[in-house]
């Protein structure tokens, strides 16, 4: 018979494994370097679209479903713009590619 106690542990250790799965993935910006300023749009994808949610200053942009990000600050509030993305080449089909010469549209 197996013992109920194990159950509870065994839960646990998949949540963690889960939460650090999901704390790896990284945003880079065009040029592929690493920005912490941006955070995946999708978490739970491979690769996804992100958006400079983790702001110090200002407000946060908000994640759009096709992986554009909209922002909030005051200057610029309501402008739908490609960012980051979790594939440092930028290449994966997941990454937004609106406008490939240009950052903002």
Not at 8 to 37: H, W
Not at 61 to 90: H, K, R, V, Y
């Amino acid at each position: 018979m197996r013992s109920f106690s194990s159950l509870p542990i065994s839960l646990l250790l998949i949540i963690y494994i889960q939460c650090a799965i999901a704390q790896e993935k990284k945003c880079y910006n065009a040029d592929g370097e690493l920005d912490s300023t941006y955070a995946p749009c999708n978490q739970t994808a491979t690769h996804s679209g992100c958006c400079a949610v983790n702001r110090t200053t200002g407000s946060p942009d908000i994640c759009l479903s096709n992986g554009l990000c909209m922002a909030t600050n005051n200057e610029f509030i309501g402008t739908i713009w490609q960012a980051a993305c979790t594939d440092p080449t930028g290449q994966d089909p997941s990454c937004p590619k609106i406008c490939p010469s240009s950052t903002y549209i």
